[in-house]
């Protein structure tokens, strides 16, 4: 067993990732940033919950959009949905994915 807590982990650098658990291919992890991530596209299904701070999330369609995250939003971007998050200042992140996608 295990417990985390969000509010405590605070990272060296943008994006710093804690591993909390592995689950059939899948990775959950807590990310902590201050910085942009880059435009990507997952090669499966990701989801993206934030814990803490607000996220501007940037999505690709046939138009971008920008959709903003306050704590206990929740993102689900389905594979090939381009994406990128923007951070308002310090945020907490739980991200499930599949392991090794970008």
Request: aromatic content about 8%; hydrophobic content about 45%; glycine content about 8%.
């Amino acid at each position: 067993m295990k417990i985390v807590e969000a509010s405590q982990f605070e990272g060296r650098r943008a994006w710093e990732a804690l591993d909390i658990a592995e689950i059939d291919g899948a990775t959950v992890r807590l990310h902590w940033t201050d910085q942009p991530y880059i435009w990507h596209v997952n090669d499966g299904p990701e989801v993206f919950v934030v814990l803490d701070g607000v996220v501007d999330m940037e999505v690709r369609d046939v138009i971008e959009r920008v959709y903003r995250l306050t704590p206990g939003s929740i993102f689900h971007a389905e594979q090939g949905d381009a994406h990128r998050a923007i951070p308002i200042g310090v945020a907490r992140i739980l991200v499930i994915e599949r392991r090794g996608s970008i």
